[in-house]
């Protein structure tokens, strides 16, 4: 028997009215760090896909997407 967890990987936004630099190496560095705190748990990536997202605050109405992971382990019998 399997348990999941789902979590989103959402990258620090650089500020208002910057622009977004992508998969940048600090950006994949971030998401290996983001893995492997999991990895550590016990954790297997299961799936991923992006979501788009609408955000109320800061400088206004934005819209982004953001990288929801499903994970899982085997559970202990």
Do not use: I
């Amino acid at each position: 028997m399997y348990e999941y967890h789902v979590d989103a990987f959402v990258p620090p936004a650089a500020g208002c009215g910057s622009a977004e630099s992508g998969w940048s190496p600090k950006r994949c560095g971030d998401f290996a760090q983001f893995l492997n705190n999991y990895a550590a748990k016990g954790w297997k990536l299961h799936s991923s896909e992006y979501r788009q997202v609408t955000m109320n605050k800061g400088c206004g109405s934005n819209t982004g997407s953001w990288l929801v992971c499903v994970f899982e382990r085997q559970m202990p019998e």
